[in-house]
């Protein structure tokens, strides 16, 4: 409250709200960075780092995983700044920085820019620049491609705007090798056809914000029943591909059995998602629980499976 005081030395003095106000501003230039999803993605930067065939020195390893830190912040500052209007429109996100107001646009976009080439040309420095070209695509695709182009156009926005949550261990492991194989290359592919079950359990039961926005997700375009029967076809389709680093030799038996039971358990969770109980249109009359239930499991099913790679080419191979 404003006419708050405190007692000092006897006399009445005003409460200073200076501070609170100063880290308020602070969280909301943080949550431009949506550090949320950014945390997903750094770790999977780290694990292709650490797999990767050729030492990096511990310093430079930090400073490229910054660099993959604030890079995926500056695409996220850059996300908000385009996606303002729609933000506005949808409860999940009416609340951030830019469209309630705390945040004007041009300092938003000004901040991601700076952000990015800061990022691309540290990465360049630190380790080389083919980490940092993979960095800066990364940036583009996220922006231009999926935030600009893809996301209000098709509903296949998620499929192939996937491929920009899928770069970090590629670039992880650019950074410590200067040069990108076979396996990161699967690494890669892993995490694209992790996204759109991933992302469409997620939209099932927030289908109501994008179809205010008129964003042509798979449920407001196509219907809950066919989304429900994508995340199942897809969660299949990621199960063979996430035990390509054993069938090439990369990975040991370790990994191959932790992948296994991960995708088993994925696999029981999307059947979930198909067989809950719908309405006639598909729309779940559970409160969407069993998609919310995928939808949590496959953010500890990535972070899972990413830790038992690097186990099993650290500790156990």
């Given at each position: 409250?404003s006419g708050a005081t405190i007692?000092?030395?006897?006399?009445?003095?005003?409460?200073?709200?200076?501070?609170?106000?100063?880290?308020?501003?602070?969280?909301?230039?943080?949550?431009?960075?949506?550090?949320?999803?950014?945390?997903?993605?750094?770790?999977?930067?780290?694990?292709?780092?650490?797999?990767?065939?050729?030492?990096?020195?511990?310093?430079?390893?930090?400073?490229?995983?910054?660099?993959?830190?604030?890079?995926?912040?500056a695409a996220g500052a850059i996300?908000?700044?385009?996606?303002?209007?729609?933000?506005?429109?949808?409860?999940?996100?009416?609340?951030?920085?830019?469209?309630?107001?705390?945040?004007?646009?041009?300092?938003?976009?000004?901040?991601?820019?700076?952000?990015?080439?800061?990022?691309?040309?540290?990465?360049?420095?630190?380790?080389?620049?083919?980490?940092?070209?993979?960095?800066?695509?990364?940036?583009?695709?996220?922006?231009?491609i999926y935030t600009m182009w893809?996301?209000?156009?098709?509903?296949?926005?998620?499929?192939?705007?996937?491929?920009?949550?899928?770069?970090?261990?590629?670039?992880?492991?650019?950074?410590?090798?200067?040069?990108?194989?076979?396996?990161?290359?699967?690494?890669?592919?892993?995490?694209?056809?992790?996204?759109?079950?991933?992302?469409?359990?997620?939209?099932?039961?927030?289908?109501?914000?994008?179809?205010?926005?008129?964003?042509?997700?798979?449920?407001?375009?196509?219907?809950?029943?066919?989304?429900?029967?994508?995340?199942?076809?897809?969660?299949?389709?990621?199960?063979?591909?996430?035990?390509?680093?054993?069938?090439?030799?990369?990975?040991?038996?370790?990994?191959?059995?932790?992948?296994?039971?991960?995708?088993?358990?994925?696999?029981?969770?999307?059947?979930?998602?198909?067989?809950?109980?719908?309405?006639?249109?598909?729309?779940?009359?559970?409160?969407?629980?069993?998609?919310?239930?995928?939808?949590?499991?496959?953010?500890?099913?990535?972070?899972?499976?990413?830790?038992?790679?690097?186990?099993?080419?650290?500790?156990?191979?």
């Amino acid at each position: 409250m404003s006419g708050a005081t405190i007692e000092k030395g006897g006399a009445q003095a005003p409460l200073d709200a200076s501070s609170g106000a100063d880290f308020s501003e602070v969280r909301d230039w943080i949550t431009l960075l949506k550090p949320r999803v950014m945390t997903l993605v750094v770790f999977t930067g780290i694990v292709g780092l650490l797999v990767a065939p050729a030492p990096i020195h511990p310093v430079l390893g930090v400073a490229a995983i910054l660099c993959i830190a604030v890079a995926a912040g500056a695409a996220g500052a850059i996300n908000m700044w385009y996606d303002r209007d729609i933000d506005a429109l949808m409860r999940r996100t009416a609340r951030r920085p830019i469209p309630s107001g705390r945040i004007a646009p041009n300092a938003a976009l000004g901040y991601g820019l700076t952000l990015s080439f800061a990022s691309v040309a540290v990465m360049g420095l630190a380790t080389n620049w083919v980490a940092a070209g993979w960095l800066a695509f990364s940036i583009f695709f996220y922006v231009v491609i999926y935030t600009m182009w893809l996301k209000r156009r098709t509903p296949q926005n998620i499929v192939i705007g996937g491929a920009a949550g899928a770069f970090p261990p590629v670039i992880g492991w650019a950074a410590a090798t200067g040069d990108v194989s076979l396996v990161p290359l699967i690494l890669f592919a892993i995490v694209f056809m992790w996204t759109p079950p991933h992302f469409w359990a997620l939209s099932l039961w927030a289908h109501g914000d994008y179809a205010r926005a008129k964003v042509p997700m798979l449920p407001v375009t196509h219907g809950a029943r066919e989304t429900r029967r994508q995340v199942l076809l897809y969660t299949i389709a990621l199960i063979p591909v996430t035990l390509a680093p054993w069938f090439v030799g990369f990975s040991g038996l370790a990994y191959a059995a932790a992948a296994a039971i991960l995708g088993a358990v994925f696999l029981w969770h999307a059947v979930r998602v198909v067989r809950e109980a719908q309405d006639e249109a598909g729309r779940s009359l559970l409160n969407d629980a069993a998609a919310r239930a995928t939808f949590k499991y496959s953010l500890y099913y990535l972070f899972a499976l990413f830790a038992a790679l690097a186990v099993d080419r650290l500790w156990i191979a």
